[in-house]
């Protein structure tokens, strides 16, 4: 059972308040709102901007910066909540995120913009950061499997149903709109400061790192680059994905947008799926599972002649992927442990974000070399392989 696979005892008395709860479930929504949230903006946006006709890579930046900012947030947010607790850093990031995210309800300025969006990045780590490591403080081992699916089921729910708002305020309130989106990171401010008094954190428990010596990340950076590994593959499905359907019949707007619903509704059910796993398998053989579909699926989407086979394969890797994030989280917070597992909060969100950065380069280089339909069969090896590996690594620590 996975509660054997690490000795962190709680008191009885340790539970998780509607406060604590709010702000844990709040973060995945927020990370996917980022992108959803000026995704049908973009038109709008550069049609503002493109006076000189070079708007269009500023327009791409104003995507990729919270991405960044998430990059370099992991390493320091790590750092503050192991100083001054998870709840002073939301204190703190929630309303960062709320007001950088929505300044373009009063900037004019592209520049002004970027800037606002990388700011955001950087809140949006810290929060993310904080949130998953209220789990690990807050919760015994055996609990936070249902958390962490809640969470990331309630991130991929965010992220598709924030779509049609964010276009209708576009298509309302002009490129302006979808910017107040972000004002929403404040409805979670007050769970934030309940957790104060005084000024001073009150934590759900004693803190476990204070009965710890410190300890160097080092042992994580193998694990974390596991991670990094995944999410490269991850992307690289979703940006291929579009394309390789087009290929096999599925041409029309309204056909692609279906399919992107169904990708997102399959990745919370997979998100969801994680807790029932991982009750009836240990964490590692769960890791192995997850990246044996995954690599099946991407196969299947570069090696199958038909059109249902492709859905299939499309279908059972999103479900995959929407998996990997909960168990992942566990396994890096199981095998930081209570000396690590906070700085582990911030790391694994640097180590997620990098795989979304770096991975256009991979992807390039594959589509170059393979064609479109041999880089999904590259990345579907990738994800066979790198299954019993990682599985292996993450059960190093029990031995």
Same mark, same amino acid.
């Given at each position: 059972?996975?509660?054997?696979?690490?000795?962190?005892?709680?008191?009885?008395?340790?539970?998780?308040?509607?406060?604590?709860?709010?702000?844990?479930?709040?973060?995945?929504?927020? %990370?996917? !709102? %980022?992108?959803?949230?000026?995704?049908?903006?973009?038109?709008?946006?550069?049609?503002?901007?493109?006076?000189?006709?070079?708007?269009?890579?500023?327009? %791409?930046?104003?995507?990729?910066?919270?991405?960044?900012?998430?990059? !370099?947030?992991?390493?320091?947010?790590?750092?503050?909540?192991?100083?001054?607790?998870?709840?002073?850093?939301?204190?703190?990031?929630?309303?960062?995120?709320?007001?950088?995210?929505?300044?373009?309800?009063?900037?004019?300025?592209?520049?002004?913009?970027?800037?606002?969006?990388?700011?955001?990045?950087?809140?949006?780590?810290?929060?993310?950061?904080?949130?998953?490591? =209220?789990?690990?403080?807050?919760?015994?081992?055996?609990?936070?499997?249902?958390?962490?699916?809640? %969470?990331?089921?309630?991130?991929?729910?965010?992220?598709?149903?924030?779509?049609?708002?964010?276009?209708?305020?576009?298509?309302?309130?002009?490129?302006?709109?979808?910017?107040?989106?972000?004002?929403?990171?404040?409805?979670?401010?007050?769970?934030?400061?309940?957790?104060?008094?005084?000024?001073?954190?009150?934590?759900?428990?004693?803190?476990?790192?204070?009965?710890?010596?410190?300890?160097?990340?080092?042992?994580?950076?193998?694990?974390?680059?596991?991670?990094?590994?995944?999410?490269?593959? /991850?992307?690289?499905?979703?940006?291929?994905?579009?394309?390789? !359907?087009?290929?096999?019949?599925?041409?029309?707007?309204?056909?692609?947008?279906?399919?992107?619903?169904?990708?997102?509704?399959?990745?919370?059910?997979?998100?969801?799926?994680? *807790?029932?796993?991982?009750?009836?398998?240990?964490?590692?053989?769960?890791?192995?599972?997850?990246?044996?579909?995954?690599?099946?699926?991407?196969?299947?989407?570069?090696?199958?002649?038909?059109?249902?086979?492709?859905?299939?394969?499309?279908?059972?890797?999103?479900?995959?992927?929407?998996?990997?994030?909960?168990?992942?989280?566990?396994?890096?917070?199981?095998?930081?442990?209570? *000396?690590?597992?906070?700085?582990?909060?911030?790391?694994?969100?640097?180590?997620?974000?990098?795989?979304?950065?770096?991975?256009?380069?991979?992807?390039?280089?594959?589509?170059?070399?393979?064609? =479109?339909?041999?880089?999904?069969?590259? /990345?579907? !090896?990738?994800?066979?392989?790198?299954?019993?590996?990682?599985?292996?690594?993450?059960?190093?620590?029990?031995?």
């Amino acid at each position: 059972m996975p509660a054997a696979e690490e000795s962190i005892t709680r008191s009885p008395e340790v539970g998780v308040s509607s406060a604590i709860l709010l702000l844990i479930l709040i973060s995945d929504p927020l %990370q996917a !709102l %980022q992108t959803t949230g000026l995704a049908p903006a973009l038109t709008t946006l550069k049609q503002h901007f493109d006076a000189t006709g070079n708007a269009f890579f500023g327009i %791409q930046m104003l995507v990729s910066l919270p991405g960044l900012g998430i990059i !370099l947030a992991g390493w320091p947010a790590g750092r503050l909540i192991e100083r001054f607790g998870a709840p002073s850093v939301l204190t703190v990031a929630l309303p960062a995120y709320a007001f950088s995210g929505a300044a373009g309800l009063v900037f004019d300025t592209l520049q002004a913009l970027l800037l606002s969006r990388l700011l955001m990045g950087l809140a949006t780590g810290a929060i993310a950061s904080a949130a998953l490591s =209220l789990i690990a403080e807050s919760l015994d081992p055996q609990q936070r499997p249902r958390l962490l699916s809640w %969470q990331a089921s309630l991130g991929a729910i965010a992220g598709l149903a924030s779509l049609p708002v964010a276009g209708w305020l576009a298509e309302t309130e002009g490129w302006r709109g979808p910017f107040a989106l972000y004002l929403l990171a404040l409805l979670a401010w007050p769970a934030a400061l309940s957790r104060l008094q005084g000024g001073r954190l009150v934590r759900p428990a004693p803190h476990p790192a204070n009965a710890l010596p410190r300890a160097s990340s080092r042992p994580l950076w193998p694990v974390l680059a596991g991670v990094a590994l995944v999410f490269a593959a /991850v992307f690289t499905r979703s940006s291929f994905l579009p394309f390789v !359907l087009a290929e096999a019949g599925l041409t029309r707007p309204i056909e692609q947008a279906w399919t992107l619903a169904l990708e997102c509704l399959l990745n919370s059910l997979g998100a969801l799926a994680f *807790a029932s796993f991982v009750a009836r398998l240990a964490p590692a053989r769960c890791l192995l599972f997850c990246l044996l579909i995954m690599g099946g699926g991407n196969l299947l989407l570069g090696l199958a002649d038909s059109l249902p086979l492709k859905i299939f394969g499309m279908s059972i890797s999103a479900a995959a992927s929407g998996f990997a994030g909960p168990c992942l989280a566990y396994l890096v917070l199981q095998r930081a442990g209570p *000396a690590l597992q906070l700085r582990a909060s911030g790391l694994i969100f640097t180590a997620i974000y990098l795989g979304d950065f770096i991975h256009p380069l991979p992807a390039t280089l594959l589509r170059q070399a393979f064609g =479109l339909h041999g880089a999904f069969v590259a /990345v579907g !090896l990738v994800c066979l392989a790198a299954g019993p590996l990682m599985s292996r690594r993450m059960r190093e620590r029990k031995n």
